[in-house]
């Protein structure tokens, strides 16, 4: 990593405090709109948007973790970008995502009102998977370089991604479609971007195979910053659709 950092550019290191900035603002905002939001739905939604902004809150604390990190590892004087020689915790965003993650997932469940069993047992092999995905995840991650260490790992850590995108595709479709009329798009629409955000995620992760590597700058601003974006998406901006299927339903009472 610092490599890395010898070799980051103004606009880059820019980019990346910027970003992670952003981020943290973003999640503040977030979770109080979300747990301040409570107060407009119904008891049977409360709970979905308590985890709601509990996930919110979760990625505000180690954003704000990493923001630290990243300005005592690096720093920008009159125009020139200098490595410290401490470490950027990268940890930060797998222990996020071993928390957020699996919550994440149930989110959706709770709001959809299925039957007790059913959302437990939902809960339960979702939350498992999600959790496998990202612990496979990690070593591959924190490998550097571009051998076959980060290659397998991330091939291993899709297997149980794929199952998740299985169940909430096919094995949750009859669920999904029984949504009443006024949310149903919305549910839809909440399980899709939850796909095609957590999409995202494997192609920043295998950004550095087409690169010059893990530890150089470029690959680094690439991943920093993608992480984010996909981030406030499968976060800030799930949570909003969760939040508005909460309280379409509280208003029709279903």
């Known amino acids: ?59 505000f604390y180690h954003y704000f973790r990493m923001f630290e990190g990243f300005e005592h590892a690096v720093t920008l004087t009159n125009g020139v970008v200098e490595a410290t020689g401490k470490e950027y915790n990268r940890a930060y965003r797998y222990v996020d995502w071993l928390l957020t993650v699996p919550l994440l997932l149930i989110e959706l469940i709770l709001v959809m009102r299925l039957t007790q069993a059913e959302t437990v047992s939902r809960s339960v092999s979702l939350g498992l998977a999600a959790a496998l995905m990202i612990v496979l995840g990690y070593p591959g991650e924190v490998s550097g370089g571009i051998d076959n260490t980060r290659m397998i790992w991330g091939a291993l850590s899709m297997i149980p991604f794929l199952y998740i995108v299985y169940t909430l595709y096919v094995a949750l479709g009859d669920a999904i479609k029984r949504q009443p009329d006024n949310v149903k798009g919305l549910v839809v629409l909440a399980r899709n971007v939850t796909v095609f955000a957590w999409f995202f995620y494997p192609i920043v992760y295998f950004a550095p195979f087409v690169m010059s590597g893990a530890g150089s700058a470029d690959a680094f601003v690439i991943i920093e910053v993608g992480y984010t974006i996909a981030d406030l998406v499968a976060k800030a901006g799930f949570g909003i659709l969760i939040y508005m299927i909460a309280v379409r339903k509280s208003a029709a009472s279903v």
């Open 1 to 59: 990593m610092p490599e890395a950092f010898a070799t980051l550019s103004p606009e880059q290191y820019s980019l990346v405090y910027n970003s992670l900035s952003f981020g943290i603002a973003t999640f503040a905002a977030a979770t109080l709109f979300f747990w301040f939001g409570r107060s407009q739905v119904s008891v049977d939604y409360k709970t979905a948007l308590t985890i709601t902004g509990l996930v919110t809150f979760i990625a």
